[in-house]
């Protein structure tokens, strides 16, 4: 799976200035990367860091910034705000 935000960005976006989280914050973003394109029905190779749509990279980083401030939280991880930011991303559900 090719990495659509890397942790500099997402250090950036989220005003971290300090390095020893680093791997762990790679980890989340592998994670949150993964919630989102599963949440989007997306191949894993839709899109690549230079294609991705903002939006998707802004679902991305509020997924991850979510995933590190409550590590020990088992609450839903696709918040309201991620889910507006990718219903036009989304596959229409057919029941």
Known sequence: MSELVGVPELKQRLGFDFSHDDAAL????????????K??????????????????????????????ANR??????LTPAVKGLLRRDRKPVVA
């Open 72 to 77: 020990d939280d088992d609450g839903e991880i």
């Open 26 to 37: 790679g980890l989340i973003l592998t994670e949150a990367q993964d919630h989102v394109l």
């Open 39 to 68: 949440y989007v029905e997306a191949g894993e190779d839709l899109w690549s860091d230079t294609t991705v749509p903002p939006r998707i990279k802004s679902a991305i980083i509020l997924v991850a910034a979510r995933l590190y």
